[in-house]
């Protein structure tokens, strides 16, 4: 049973992973992924087994750090966007396609900014209202919910700690669009780096303002084509980076998803075959 509940957890994980790497303010290095979810799977295995906090602070540790991880994210990339914009108004010619991306961006920060506004005031304050509407639909659910809250009230008690995993997930935009530049040199583009971080940005900018579309399909690539030629890149170039970085994301989310329709469909057949078995008896 214990073995079962383990695998359960680091599923839980898996997909909590797969819906964080496709949700729409998020760019997400696929690395960053794979290492949060073996180190997230490999501490809940190394907790369960000494035996040494319950299943419920488990569970609250991990989708508390979560929620405070797509935070500070998503406060890293309002300063990575703000650079892309700086970058595209000082080093490109002002015309009419100049001011469109720009104002696009710009819209797409406000977007991000009101949405991390939200998201942060709901953490601070929402903590009552989220307990009562889950305990009112939820109840078996409400002693998880609460740990989940403490666990967030007790991670932004360490203003250093979130500040560091600022700084952290600043680092992981700025080699984002390092892998896109390196990416431009195999193809033979010899582009300086401040402009490739440039795109990188206001793509991500662009795509924050489309959130309604699933995981940017076709926004992407109109961003790439449209803000590349800005920069000197040909439009045709920066297509094939769109579909670079799609075929990345489904190396990555693709095998995640396949393991977990293995999981459910053992867990499927396993109920179906002590089904069978319990009627066989009963008769």
């Not at 180190?39 to 369960?48: T, Y």
């Not at 449209?226 to 170039?237: R, S, T, V």
Request: with cysteine.
């Amino acid at each position: 049973m214990l073995d079962l509940t383990i695998v359960r957890i680091i599923f839980v994980l898996v997909i909590s992973g797969c819906a964080y790497y496709f949700q729409p303010f998020q760019i997400r290095p696929p690395f960053a992924i794979a290492a949060g979810i073996a180190l997230g799977g490999a501490i809940i295995l190394f907790e369960m087994r000494l035996e040494r906090v319950s299943l419920k602070r488990l569970i609250g540790a991990a989708f508390g750090s979560i929620v405070t991880d797509v935070t500070t994210e998503m406060l890293a990339q309002i300063a990575f966007t703000a650079v892309g914009i700086v970058i595209l108004t000082t080093s490109t010619p002002h015309n009419s396609m100049t001011f469109s991306i720009s104002s696009t961006a710009a819209f797409g920060l406000a977007t991000i900014v009101l949405s991390c506004a939200a998201f942060v005031a709901f953490q601070r304050y929402g903590r009552t209202l989220a307990t009562k509407l889950i305990s009112r639909l939820f109840p078996s659910a409400a002693p998880v919910t609460e740990s989940v809250a403490s666990c967030i009230e007790e991670i932004y008690r360490r203003p250093a700690q979130v500040g560091l995993s600022v700084l952290f997930h600043c680092g992981g935009w700025v080699a984002s669009a390092l892998s896109t530049w390196i990416a431009l040199f195999l193809m033979g583009v010899h582009a300086r780096v401040w402009p490739v971080l440039a795109i990188e940005s206001l793509v991500c900018a662009v795509r924050s303002m489309a959130f309604l579309v699933p995981n940017g399909l076709g926004v992407q690539e109109v961003a790439y084509a449209a803000i590349a030629p800005l920069f000197g890149i040909g439009a045709e170039i920066g297509l094939a980076i769109s579909v670079l970085k799609r075929a990345r994301d489904i190396a990555v989310g693709l095998p995640i998803l396949l393991l977990w329709q293995w999981s459910e469909g053992r867990s499927f057949l396993a109920y179906k075959s002590v089904a069978a078995r319990r009627a066989r008896q009963s008769t």
